[in-house]
């Protein structure tokens, strides 16, 4: 199995945290995204961890690669791929620069402003079905692609922001933007997608679109996996900042946040 990891946001909304670096080298009491998301990812049997870049790529490899070197572990190895048009592209183009390598085992897709238990890899993985979305049901909170289950928890739809509606919340759950691929879904379904989407409506979107149409065709492609009362958090501001240091701050955290020192722990 793979990781791929999308960094190649800007982050323009968390202001002076990210004007000399891209959103997933934010600390989070005092612990950066990325080496948060790169341990928790060691601790898995991958043969291979992809991250691409965008926004103060260079400055992102550049550390990775002298914090890990050119392995995560003794067995995986670290890659990179640069999307150059990250100002004028979204996820999608992200993807579609690693579509070749998509193709080639199961993946974990991940997107790199998360902080998020670590419960959530080992159950994703060890979960049996092929294609899984670690999904949350909704709080008021949540903003971004929604998805409706069946009765059995396959992802029935997908809903996008212009077609979110309150009357219907009680059956919303919110994409936590974690997801695992089998390599036959991936060669034969998305990828294909990809290429015509992408084609014809262009790479300013979401690749959740691509998932969108797949659900429609065929209801029983993907399931969606509840992480019930484990914790996470989407990181795009300030606000999301502190409140997701409150949310995964231990007593060592809180001390030094407020009196600058771990005293006597």
Avoid at 44 to 51: A, F, M, Q, T
Avoid at 69 to 84: D, H, I, K, V
Avoid at 214 to 222: A, K, Q, R, T
């Amino acid at each position: 199995m793979q990781a791929k990891i999308l960094a190649a946001g800007m982050g323009r909304r968390l202001g002076e945290l990210t004007k000399e670096n891209t959103k997933c080298m934010v600390p989070v009491n005092g612990v950066r995204l990325i080496d948060r998301l790169l341990g928790q990812l060691s601790a898995l049997s991958l043969n291979r961890v992809i991250i691409v870049v965008g926004y103060k790529g260079k400055e992102l490899q550049e550390y990775v690669t002298s914090q890990y070197g050119q392995q995560l572990t003794a067995n995986c190895q670290l890659l990179f791929a640069e999307n150059p048009i990250y100002d004028k592209t979204n996820n999608i183009y992200s993807l579609s620069i690693v579509k070749d390598q998509l193709q080639q085992d199961d993946t974990l897709l991940i997107e790199s402003d998360l902080i998020f238990s670590d419960r959530f890899f080992p159950m994703i993985v060890e979960n049996p079905y092929p294609n899984l979305a670690l999904v949350a049901k909704y709080e008021s909170w949540m903003d971004g692609t929604m998805v409706r289950l069946d009765e059995d928890q396959h992802i029935v739809n997908f809903i996008s922001k212009d077609a979110f509606d309150y009357d219907d919340v009680d059956s919303y759950y919110k994409t936590v933007n974690i997801y695992k691929f089998s390599k036959d879904f991936l060669q034969h379904q998305y990828v294909p997608f990809l290429d015509a989407y992408t084609k014809a409506v262009g790479n300013n979107e979401y690749y959740e679109n691509v998932l969108r149409i797949i659900s429609m065709l065929n209801s029983h492609n993907m399931k969606a996996l509840p992480v019930g009362n484990e914790k996470w958090y989407e990181i795009d501001d300030k606000q999301d900042l502190d409140i997701a240091e409150a949310l995964f701050a231990d007593d060592k955290d809180v001390i030094r946040k407020y009196y600058g020192r771990y005293g006597g722990f």
